[in-house]
C-alpha cells in the first residue's frame, strides 16, 4: 500500500512538473489560506485532466501520450476579429487556422467520443425516467 501510495505521489509531482514546464510557469509562493486552497484544487484538477486524458487516449490511441497530444493541438489557433460598425454595433468574425492531418484526426476522434457519451448518458436518463418517473424542477 505505501509503495502505491509514494509511487501516485511521484507520478502527480511529474504531472505538476509537466504543466509548469508546458505552460511556462513560475513557483508561486501563497501565504493566505484561501490562494493556498485554490492552488492546491487547481492542481488536483490539473491533475485529473492529465489523467483523464491519459485513460482515453490508452482506450483510443495506445502509445499516444498527453504531451504528445497537447503539443500537436498547440498549432490550432482561434481568432476573432472584431470590427465596429456604422451604427455603433460590433461586427466579430471568428478565423481558425487550418487544421494539420494529424490536428484533424485528434478532433474527429474526440468528436466521435463525445457523441457516444452523450448518447450513453441520454440513455441512461432515458432508462431512470422510466423506473423514476419524469423530473420535477
Known amino acids: 500500500m505505501v509503495v502505491k501510495l509514494y509511487i501516485l505521489l511521484v507520478e502527480i509531482e511529474a504531472v505538476f512538473k509537466s504543466f509548469k514546464n508546458d505552460l511556462g510557469l513560475r513557483p508561486i509562493y501563497h501565504s493566505v489560506q484561501p490562494r493556498v486552497e485554490a492552488h492546491i484544487f487547481v492542481c488536483f484538477l490539473a491533475y485529473c485532466l492529465q489523467v483523464t486524458l491519459r485513460q482515453r487516449l490508452n482506450a483510443l490511441a495506445p502509445g499516444l501520450t498527453p504531451r504528445a497530444v497537447l503539443e500537436t493541438m498547440a498549432g490550432v489557433q482561434m481568432l476573432d476579429l472584431e470590427l465596429p460598425t456604422s451604427d455603433g454595433r460590433w461586427l466579430v468574425m471568428s478565423r481558425y487556422t487550418q487544421p ?38
Open 100 to 137: 494539420e492531418k494529424a490536428v484533424e484526426l485528434l478532433l474527429e476522434a474526440a468528436a466521435n467520443e463525445i457523441a457516444r457519451a452523450t448518447a450513453a448518458a441520454l440513455e441512461c436518463a432515458a432508462q431512470a425516467e422510466d423506473v423514476l418517473g419524469p423530473a420535477k424542477l
